[in-house]
């Protein structure tokens, strides 16, 4: 088992599980976050690539995610741990840019739940081999238009993970670096009927409200 680091509600660092490492008490634990980056790669013609969680996953095994989802290991910052992470899960490189990160609680059926602490990412590559895909993460991909992904959410939400719509939503919340260097891309997946799909399917996955953005 890898190390997964824990933060509180402000992000801040709180200690390793490990295999042989120490855990928070469990008074502790309730109110800890499991933290999480959520990578987003688009193509120079602005599709998304989505990836298939594998069958395999505890929660929503076979459902479509952003790019890459993970945790980030002890002393990674959320660029480092995505830009490892890409080879291990769809075996590619790309140079990421951080976006923002954000909170959120949301259960999955009986069987667990996501409390998370999640930093977005973005980063454009020029080609994909989906030759190149690492099976036991992930089983299939595709690239997606935004109108694509607004029909998906409107008819076919159940089948998407909830932190990508809630980083979607949060899309264009970063710095002006960021905003300038992405700004075609940004604008053309946060405009205001989009972030409407988005914030419905947000609903629909939590309906409690518990998602915050942290920036």
Same mark, same amino acid.
């Given at each position: 088992?890898?190390?997964?680091?824990?933060?509180?509600?402000?992000?801040?660092?709180?200690?390793?599980?490990?295999?042989?490492?120490?855990?928070p008490d469990?008074?502790?634990?309730?109110?800890?976050?499991?933290?999480? #980056?959520?990578?987003?790669?688009?193509?120079?013609?602005?599709?998304?690539?989505?990836?298939?969680?594998?069958?395999?996953?505890?929660?929503? !095994?076979?459902?479509?995610?952003?790019?890459?989802?993970?945790?980030?290991?002890?002393?990674?910052?959320?660029?480092?741990?995505?830009?490892?992470?890409? !080879?291990?899960?769809?075996? &590619?490189?790309? #140079?990421?840019?951080?976006?923002?990160?954000?909170?959120?609680?949301?259960?999955?059926?009986?069987?667990?739940?996501?409390?998370?602490?999640?930093?977005?990412?973005?980063?454009?590559?020029?080609?994909?081999?989906?030759?190149?895909?690492?099976?036991?993460?992930?089983?299939?991909?595709?690239?997606?238009? !935004?109108?694509?992904?607004?029909?998906?959410?409107?008819n076919n939400?159940?089948?998407?993970?909830?932190?990508?719509?809630?980083?979607?939503?949060?899309?264009?919340?970063?710095?002006?670096?960021?905003?300038?260097?992405?700004?075609?891309?940004?604008?053309?997946?946060?405009?205001?009927?989009?972030?409407?799909?988005?914030?419905?399917? &947000?609903?629909?996955? &939590? !309906?409690?409200d518990n998602?915050?953005? &942290? #920036?």
């Amino acid at each position: 088992i890898v190390d997964v680091q824990w933060v509180d509600i402000d992000d801040t660092e709180i200690c390793f599980k490990t295999t042989q490492g120490t855990l928070p008490d469990i008074d502790s634990v309730l109110k800890l976050h499991f933290d999480q #980056k959520t990578a987003m790669i688009f193509n120079k013609e602005g599709k998304l690539l989505l990836t298939r969680r594998s069958a395999s996953k505890m929660l929503w !095994p076979d459902d479509w995610d952003g790019t890459v989802a993970s945790h980030p290991r002890e002393g990674e910052t959320y660029i480092s741990s995505a830009e490892r992470r890409m !080879p291990e899960e769809i075996g &590619i490189t790309c #140079k990421m840019n951080y976006v923002n990160k954000f909170e959120y609680h949301v259960p999955y059926r009986n069987i667990g739940s996501e409390n998370e602490v999640c930093g977005t990412l973005i980063g454009v590559v020029d080609n994909f081999d989906e030759s190149s895909l690492v099976l036991d993460e992930i089983s299939e991909i595709k690239w997606i238009t !935004p109108d694509e992904l607004k029909a998906e959410f409107e008819n076919n939400r159940d089948s998407y993970c909830p932190w990508m719509a809630i980083a979607l939503y949060f899309f264009a919340d970063c710095d002006d670096t960021t905003l300038e260097k992405f700004d075609t891309l940004i604008k053309s997946w946060t405009t205001n009927e989009l972030q409407q799909v988005y914030q419905n399917a &947000i609903k629909h996955y &939590i !309906p409690d409200d518990n998602w915050r953005l &942290i #920036k």
